[in-house]
């Protein structure tokens, strides 16, 4: 099976186009000002942990033993404690991820969607970035886009406050795995999960790092780890656990967190594309919290567009003066403004379609071969794939009444059509999918939103028009 490296880049652009902060309390006629209510759903478990709250937990070997070091120079010596975590909880005992690991996450896409600057990990090889250094956003009319709405500080020289705040999402749907933490109720203090280990190759691993795999030369691009299936397998046996964590808990498939997000005096390009960096859209996800790489951490967001409220600053007035909007959500950029390289790194398909991601068993044996658009080593693909996106979808129901069927028959409308696949309704609302080589005869089976009359055994039903 094909090995997928847990991470890849999206190259970087021409040089990122920098202009002055436009301030955050000043009026601006046609700003967009207001709350975004939003949902973080997870997809694969969550983990999140306060670094300064642990406890030591002594490692066994499966003999009951204490554990020691099998390989490596270490060999023989006792392995350390390894220490443990609880799931992050806000002063009032709820269950939170920081707002600023959020605003983390979604300034990473907007800076690729805006082509902005790039905040390098120090002692980097990779000098050449084409202007992208962060440290080029320099003065308050030096700003690349990201700089500008989500702020930056560069020591006593600058400080830029963001216009956009992220409030602290709290769990509110599902509990956590296990409902109570293990220190709080078993005698032996047993963590529930020895995670795998959470390491990566260093940034002078120029196959990975450097563009076409170059030592030296320009850096890949921006890193983003891929999303894994959502049952990854994340934990280890306590006798591997040696360099690792391990954890109480963790948020599990299915929960779900709230947050609300601030936003003041966002032009409306700035608007479009911060909702479509917030929210992207179906089929792609976010990354947040610890062990992305051992495939932690997946979630998607939704905006509640009723309890949102977005008010735009008037035209009418020479003052501070702002009204209602209702029309903001239609400002959302669609999904293929996306650039292909992002869309291939956030899809949540990628291990369906593609194999296994993961580290190689041994870090000592890391791949030379550069990886290729797809995050395989030695590879050639050049483009990254694509979510299972449909071709044509219907937007409502056929206004019609169902065809009349006789036995051995089935009506359903046609509601979305992907590359290999049609998906009809029938008149109980069940979706029924069929394979679209087996319609292909039939032309008039591309028309989405029209009534179709499926036939034969159910496993094995055609579709007539
Ligand atoms: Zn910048």
């Excluded at 929960?255 to 960096?277: C, Q």
């Excluded at 937007?395 to 992907?418: F, G, N």
Aim: proline fraction near 6%.
């Amino acid at each position: 099976m094909t090995q997928i490296n847990p991470y890849n880049f999206v190259p970087l652009e021409s040089r990122p186009d920098r202009s002055g902060y436009p301030g955050r309390l000043q009026f601006h006629k046609k700003r967009y000002s207001g709350m975004l209510k939003c949902t973080l759903e997870v997809l694969t478990p969550l983990i999140s942990i306060d670094q300064r709250n642990s406890r030591l937990y002594q490692l066994k070997d499966t003999d009951g033993t204490l554990l020691k070091f099998k390989s490596g120079q270490r060999r023989g010596e006792l392995c350390s404690e390894i220490k443990c975590f609880n799931f992050r909880r806000n002063r009032h005992g709820q269950i939170f991820l920081q707002g600023t690991s959020l605003k983390g996450m979604i300034r990473s896409v907007y800076e690729v969607i805006t082509n902005s600057c790039l905040k390098l990990p120090s002692a980097i090889g990779y000098k050449n970035v084409g202007g992208h250094k962060n440290t080029e956003c320099n003065d308050l009319h030096n700003l690349c886009s990201a700089c500008r709405l989500f702020g930056t500080i560069e020591g006593d020289k600058l400080h830029c406050q963001g216009r956009v705040v992220f409030i602290d999402v709290v769990l509110v749907e599902g509990n956590l795995t296990p409902e109570t933490p293990i220190s709080n109720r078993s005698l032996s203090g047993k963590p529930f999960h020895f995670l795998k280990v959470l390491s990566s190759p260093k940034p002078s691993h120029h196959p990975t790092y450097g563009k076409k795999g170059q030592r030296n030369g320009p850096i890949a691009g921006r890193k983003f780890y891929y999303h894994h299936g959502k049952d990854t397998k994340f934990f280890v046996n306590e006798h591997e656990a040696c360099h690792s964590i391990a954890i109480e808990e963790y948020a599990k498939v299915g929960n779900k967190f709230e947050f609300e997000v601030y936003v003041e005096n966002l032009d409306k390009e700035e608007f479009e594309n911060f909702i479509l960096a917030l929210e992207l859209h179906e089929g792609i996800g976010h990354k947040i919290g610890l062990g992305k790489a051992i495939g932690l951490g997946s979630c998607c967001i939704t905006v509640d567009r009723n309890q949102s409220s977005i008010t735009i600053g008037s035209d009418r007035y020479q003052k501070w003066n702002s009204t209602k909007d209702t029309t903001w959500y239609s400002l959302k950029k669609d999904k293929e403004e996306l650039p292909p390289a992002l869309i291939e790194v956030l899809r949540l398909n990628k291990e369906d379609d593609d194999g296994e991601i993961g580290y190689p068993p041994d870090f000592r044996n890391y791949p030379n071969d550069p990886i290729d658009a797809r995050g395989v080593f030695g590879g050639n693909a050049t483009k990254g794939g694509r979510p299972r996106w449909p071709n044509d979808v219907a937007t409502e129901p056929p206004k019609e009444p169902a065809p009349k069927v006789s036995q051995d028959q089935e009506a359903a409308w046609l509601k979305e059509i992907y590359d290999n696949e049609l998906v009809f309704v029938d008149t109980q609302g069940n979706e029924i999918k069929r394979p679209r080589k087996a319609c292909q005869s039939k032309k008039k089976l591309q028309e989405v939103g029209a009534w179709f009359i499926l036939w034969g055994p159910s496993a094995s039903r055609r579709a007539l028009y």
